[in-house]
């Protein structure tokens, strides 16, 4: 399963040459993320609720073109992993050229584990492990 997100490149997050800052690129990647979670019927604050925190342990980003001010682009997301202490999101950052042909701008991963309330490792609920894995199961683009 792969989730698109519309993404528009607001002036607040573009340097004085208009180019996309790097810094934006993992806070994109987070609305991916909710997405993912929102089409197999999850959501954070619903996790977040039954105790259990989803936190990142790690972040890759690997810059392939500038996004720029105005520019329109899709973010597509999907889960590459989940076991039951470790979660890995895969993403492609996307902008369209004309009609049938895009670029890739950047591609990534974040690694993330399940932690409870006091912020001590736990493992991923037996039925939300259940529902992530059925999207791995899927075809997903590699990065």
Not at 58 to 69: D, K, M, N
Not at 125 to 130: C, G, H, I, M, Y
């Amino acid at each position: 399963m792969i989730a698109r997100s519309p993404i528009r490149v607001r002036y607040a997050e573009t340097d004085q040459m208009g180019v996309a800052h790097h810094a934006n690129y993992p806070v994109w990647f987070e609305i991916g993320r909710s997405e993912v979670l929102q089409l197999l019927g999850l959501r954070y604050r619903d996790i977040e609720a039954r105790g259990f925190y989803l936190m990142l342990s790690g972040l890759q980003v690997h810059y392939r073109r500038a996004a720029r001010y105005d520019d329109d682009l899709t973010l597509e997301t999907w889960m590459q992993e989940a076991r039951s202490r470790k979660l890995v999101f895969a993403y492609r950052l996307l902008r369209e050229l004309q009609p049938g042909a895009t670029e890739v701008l950047a591609t990534g991963r974040t690694e993330h584990i399940m932690t409870d309330r006091s912020y001590r490792v736990a493992s991923v609920p037996t039925d939300v492990l259940a529902l992530l894995k059925t999207a791995v199961d899927l075809p997903a683009r590699p990065v």
